[in-house]
């Protein structure tokens, strides 16, 4: 039995979000032109396979050397100074298409003292939606995926819905929201 | 290596709507149907982005002037606190904000209904909090609106906000309503908030010691984001250290 912590409810962004939201429609975590910075694009399709034109999908992640600019971070906040956001945020478009411009994150220091392979935190949300899902962006042929404390609770048929692939300027990660390719979405 | 110990998010899965609200039609086809797998809070869910600091102009809090002439329509005051579960403010936290016109009417491509656009009301604001968690926007009442989700459905008024708090875990998108609306009965997402309690902490009250006399009606709406169980809830289950 949980007891309730008196947290405001969730409700849906609705069909009008883009209004509210399109103005930090920002899809670079760095800037044009950084160095092995690359796309990660997909597409947000629901349970009758179509594309979802009124989502919103926003990343959180790590820097290269997997660190963050935050107070509650225990190693330490690392400034800014070379553009890097850390954060993305697409509407998708007409098509359900949307995309981040990023680069890979470093592997990061675990709970339980094991490591965390490098992901981006995925936030979706779509008129229909009552609140977010949350769910993770891994990175095909990266070693350290096998030993990832996250993705290895994780059922093992489902463990692709996770890994973005290769794809022509960067990598292709789409998300299923229900469906026999439904990603793989976590409660956090 | 010394043991990683980071801020534990309470959870509060029990507070919000189930994706899987029948009620509200179109969340049929944009629900996960297999379970959620538990995610433990880790260095990136305990992050976040610090945003609007740099984006944020100084009236963007005040929809009323954002055009020639003021919107038409009951000027209204929105303030309050951003908290979390343990009583402590938000400070620094972007929130943004969007809602329809007087007429119930959206200034968006797909709001087709025939209510009035007001050329003097683009419905879209944030701002950032202060050091102890407060907002303040000046607007404009937003009126009800039809929609197709079943026979004679209305939306109350109801105000869309969106907040990051300070950590992946507190991303917050909810609807701020406002007291004794008779469409709540009907409304599905309204509804969808699963306890009594839960739906009132959606609902803004009205403050009369705030209401600035011979401008605005002020209303005030805490919203509260997830803690970080500084003090465990007694029964509890925290016992696995």
Redesign the interface.
């Known amino acids: 039995m949980m007891t309730d912590p008196g947290t405001t409810p969730s409700q849906t962004v609705g069909p009008f979000l883009s209004i509210g939201m399109e103005w930090l429609h920002d899809p670079y975590v760095v800037p044009k032109g950084t160095p092995g910075a690359f796309w990660i694009r997909g597409l947000l399709v629901d349970g009758a396979g179509t594309p979802v034109p009124d989502g919103i999908v926003e990343t959180w992640q790590a820097d290269p050397q997997g660190r963050f600019d935050h107070p509650d971070d225990p190693r330490g906040a690392v400034a800014r100074t070379d553009g890097f956001r850390g954060f993305a945020r697409s509407m998708t478009n007409a098509a359900g298409e949307w995309g981040v411009f990023t680069v890979r994150p470093g592997s990061l220091p675990a709970l339980d003292g094991g490591t965390e392979a490098p992901h981006l935190d995925v936030t979706v949300m779509a008129r229909g939606m009552l609140q977010r899902v949350v769910t993770r962006i891994y990175f095909a042929g990266d070693d350290r995926n096998a030993a990832d404390p996250a993705l290895s609770t994780v059922d093992p048929s489902r463990r692709a819905t996770l890994i973005a692939q290769p794809a022509d300027d960067g990598y292709r990660f789409d998300i299923y929201l229900q469906g026999d390719s439904e990603t793989a979405f976590f409660a956090v | 290596?010394t043991?990683?110990?980071?801020?534990r998010y309470?959870?509060?899965?029990?507070?919000?709507?189930?994706?899987n609200?029948p009620d509200?039609r179109?969340?049929?086809?944009?629900?996960?149907?297999?379970p959620?797998?538990?995610?433990?809070?880790?260095?990136?869910?305990?992050?976040?982005?610090?945003?609007g600091h740099q984006?944020v102009g100084e009236l963007d809090n005040d929809l009323t002037r954002q055009h020639e002439a003021e919107p038409i329509g009951q000027r209204i005051i929105v303030q309050g606190r951003v908290l979390d579960?343990d009583g402590r403010s938000v400070p620094d936290t972007l929130i943004?904000?969007?809602q329809a016109n007087a007429g119930g009417r959206?200034?968006?491509v797909?709001?087709t209904w025939p209510a009035p656009l007001d050329p003097n009301f683009?419905?879209?604001g944030?701002t950032v909090t202060d050091s102890e968690g407060r907002f303040r926007f000046v607007t404009i009442k937003p009126g009800a609106y039809p929609w197709k989700n079943h026979h004679n459905a209305w939306r109350p008024a109801h105000i869309?906000f969106?907040l990051f708090g300070?950590?992946?875990?507190q991303?917050?998108?909810?609807?701020m309503y406002f007291p004794e609306d008779p469409l709540f009965g009907q409304d599905p997402?309204?509804k969808?908030?699963p306890?009594p309690?839960?739906?009132q902490?959606?609902i803004c009250q009205f403050d009369l010691d705030s209401t600035e006399p011979e401008w605005a009606l002020t209303y005030t709406w805490d919203?509260?984001?997830?803690?970080t169980q500084a003090t465990p809830?007694e029964?509890?289950d925290n016992n696995d250290d």
């Open positions: 290596m043991h990683l110990i980071l801020p309470v959870r509060d899965d029990g507070v919000h709507p189930p994706l609200s509200y179109s969340s049929a086809l944009r629900y996960p149907k297999k959620l797998q538990l995610l433990p809070h880790g260095l990136t869910e305990i992050t976040g982005p610090a945003l984006q579960s943004e904000l969007w959206y200034r968006h797909r709001d683009t419905g879209v944030r869309h969106s300070r950590a992946f875990t991303r917050l998108v909810t609807q997402i309204f969808s908030v306890d309690k839960g739906r902490r959606m919203i509260v984001l997830r803690g809830f029964g509890d």
